[in-house]
């Protein structure tokens, strides 16, 4: 059983920073992308920033600039910096990983439970 534990999300001024943090454990052959969603109130998911295992990476416009994703292989975990946080970054974060897990041809779709960001104006 795979899981994807998330942290570092919480309340912050406009203008601050937040790292969040995902960590993957269970029975992993091998990490493909990494990456970080959000979904505000009555919006839909959208992507914020991944990261594949050899360290590509690519952001959503909003974002560019200001957040910087980045992994440590070891420790199957995935970051996210945050500056120059604004009200619009308000949302919950989720993580998200492509797995390779044993005794399985597909990879595994794996999400974590997800963190609340609340920027306060």
């Known amino acids: 059983q795979v899981q994807l534990v998330e942290s570092g999300g919480g309340l912050v001024q406009a203008g601050g920073s937040l790292r969040l943090s995902c960590a993957a454990s269970g029975s992993i052959v091998s990490i493909g992308l990494m990456g970080w969603y959000r979904q505000a109130p009555g919006k839909q998911r959208e992507l914020v920033a991944r990261?594949?295992?050899?360290?590509?990476?690519n952001y959503a416009d909003s974002v560019k600039g200001r957040f910087t994703i980045s992994r440590d292989t070891a420790k199957n975990t995935v970051y996210l910096r945050m500056n120059s946080l604004n009200p619009d970054d308000t949302a919950v974060y989720y993580c998200n990983a492509v797995l390779r897990v044993p005794y399985s041809e597909s990879p595994l779709d794996s999400w974590g439970q997800g963190t609340q960001v609340t920027v306060s104006s």
């Open positions: 990261i594949s295992s050899g360290g590509n990476t």
